[in-house]
């Protein structure tokens, strides 16, 4: 059964020489272990750097586990001393701007292995820009002024521009 088993053995000879009694524990885990993203939450929008992940896993029978985070498939990084139910962060300031997938996997001492859901993050770091088209030059009639702002880095579109403030002295 799962758990610690113990199992005693001792041999006897046809003399009835018997072996003094041995004893074993056998440590059978079947169960994956839970692990809980803290944060950030899907679809989360940051100009942070280092972007901190939170999680918490739990076994049954492991004390510590050994979890990974995987950043658009790949490891990022690897803590083999996780404890058992308590919060653990991974920092990470590798993150190029734009959307990145990941996610964290978690073993327990058995090697069972669970993956959490994957999470997606878009990083930007770069701040929007906005042009308008006023005339230069004095001018003897009312101007309409356009403002176009865009939040792009290179080819990169980032998290999009989500106000544009103006006023008027």
Known sequence: SE???YLRYYSSDN????????????SIDRTVPATLIEGPANNTKTNNNPV??????TDALSTTLNCSLYIDGTINQTNSSVANATTTQFNISSFAEGTHTWYIQCKDAANNTNNTETRTILTDRTAPTTTNNAPGVWTPNNVSITLTASDV???LTVSGVNKTYYCND
């Open 15 to 26: 003399a009835t020489n018997n072996e003094t009694i041995n004893s074993i524990n056998i």
């Open 153 to 155: 880095n290179g080819a």
């Open 3 to 5: 758990g610690i088993n």
């Open 52 to 57: 901190n992940i939170t999680f918490n896993v």
